[in-house]
């Protein structure tokens, strides 16, 4: 729609579910249709539901699940602290999910907010748990989408980390693409993740789709032996994590 000018649909409001939302992608939204987007959590189990109000936060609706957010340890995480989340369905008595992990991590915020809703704060939604890149000492990195923000000729991309040291980027050009786009990627990359990982580009007509219909921006295809034994998500904050590979 943006690509072509195309813009006859103009709704007051527009929520988006199932995925994480980049940033990237709520300003090709907004653009698109002319208002402001509302990211919405929710998950096909009905268990958790946390929701963007006009102020801009996330809040936890605590009348539709218990929701946690856990440190590897098991207790609440701090604030600032990327954590998993956990829920506990109060909707379903066919069959309760108590406590039920379901894979996704948030990073919670303890002030209250202006719009007078209730609810705690959720400060950012990271994607799910394995969808994280590790490196060798064991921190986990997230909310990589930045790495292809300003590259306009980037239509989609993907992380794989197949290896400790070694990340593939699948990515599927728009016209014009070129070496100049290749070097803005792997500097933004740089500036990202650091010196800890041989980066691979690789260009392809389009990022296979799971039976869903989506695509995750990031694939962690190492085992589960050596996840266990590089670390635990959650041990950081995304941030203090990526400010300390840059180094």
Known sequence: MNAHGIHP?????????SETVLDYQRAAIEEAFGCKVFNWYGNTERAGNITECPKGNLHVQMEHAITEILGPDGRSAAEGEAGEIVVTGLGNFAFPLIRYRIGDAAVPRGERCSCGRSGPLVGQLVGRVEDYIVTADGRYLGRLDHIFKDTERV???QIVQDRIDHLLFRVVPRPGFGQEDVAQILSAARERIGS???????????????????????????????????????AATVESQRRRCCR
Not at 199 to 212: A, D, F, M, W
Not at 215 to 234: E, H, S, T, W, Y
């Open 196 to 234: 800890a990982f041989h980066v691979e580009i690789q260009l392809t007509e389009k990022i296979e789709r799971g039976p869903n219909g989506k695509f995750r921006f990031a694939v962690n295809q190492l085992n589960m032996r050596d996840r266990i034994l590089l670390g635990a998500p959650g």
């Open 155 to 157: 239509g989609e991309a």
């Open 9 to 17: 649909v103009r709704p007051r409001g527009v929520y988006l579910t």
